[in-house]
């Protein structure tokens, strides 16, 4: 079975640029996570879908960051415009029930 | 806010010993609790999910206890091998959020010794 696959898995952008991330879930899986993960802490999650819904965005900055899952499978994250504090590592996460299955994540740095 | 706190951020052992790693929550009483690991560079892995009417759960030579009286896990690692040096993360289910949602700790790092 094909894991979470997510692209690209390094990105260096500038303050103020944009950019977006993309997740193709496991197949089948109904509910996907975005997680920002900054160094040396846990996951903090950002959004939640369930098929194209979002169930839980309390903690995406919205003034910048946005995600859309269109279909119910693909999703992206999108952040624009960057700032310094957006360096961390974004994770996408998929689940049929309460476990949670995650890609490689895509590690952004903003200069 | 609930707040969760792993017992170390660094954890040195030697090889076949038993690991022991500590979360410790401080408000509410989660439904269930969840136990990752994470290698350098790679997304986290799901090891184990403990429910809160369940005082242990084992998994080879994993195992975790959930103590509501305590609000803490303890995560165990039996005759530990080298290939176990990672980070574990505990997860505690968003009391008041959607089906999966979920808190994570800051994770505590394992090294094991040959």
């Known amino acids: 079975e094909a894991g979470v696959a997510q692209s690209p898995r390094y990105k260096i952008i500038e303050k103020r640029q944009s950019v977006a991330f993309w997740c193709n879930p496991i197949s089948g899986h109904a509910t996907l996570y975005w997680y920002q993960q900054i160094l040396g802490q846990g996951p903090k999650l950002l959004i939640q879908?369930?098929?194209?819904?979002?169930?839980?965005d309390s903690q995406l900055p919205k003034d910048r960051f946005s995600a859309e899952r269109l279909k119910g499978v693909d999703s992206t994250l999108k952040i624009q415009p960057a700032k310094l504090e957006d360096s961390a590592v974004y994770l996408c996460?998929?689940?049929?029930?309460?476990?949670?299955?995650f890609g490689p994540g895509t590690r952004l740095t903003v200069t | 806010s609930q707040k969760i706190e792993q017992n170390s951020e660094a954890l040195n052992i030697q090889e076949g010993k038993t690991a022991t790693l500590t979360c410790n929550y401080t408000?509410?009483?989660?439904?269930?609790l969840q136990w990752y690991r994470q290698d350098p560079g790679r997304g986290p892995v799901f090891l184990l999910l403990?429910?809160?009417?369940?005082k242990e759960k084992r998994k080879e030579r994993l195992k975790v206890t959930f103590d509501t009286t305590l609000k803490q896990s303890l995560f165990h690692i039996t005759a530990s091998q080298p290939a176990d040096s990672a980070t574990y993360l505990c997860?505690?289910?968003?009391?008041?959020?959607?089906?999966?949602?979920?808190?994570f700790g800051k994770g505590t790092k394992l090294s094991v010794k040959p």
């Open positions: 408000n509410y009483s989660p439904a269930y």
């Open positions: 403990i429910r809160e009417n369940e």
């Open positions: 996460a998929s689940s049929l029930d309460l476990e949670q299955y």
């Open positions: 879908f369930q098929n194209n819904g979002v169930v839980d």
């Open positions: 997860a505690l289910e968003n009391y008041g959020g959607s089906q999966g949602n979920l808190i």
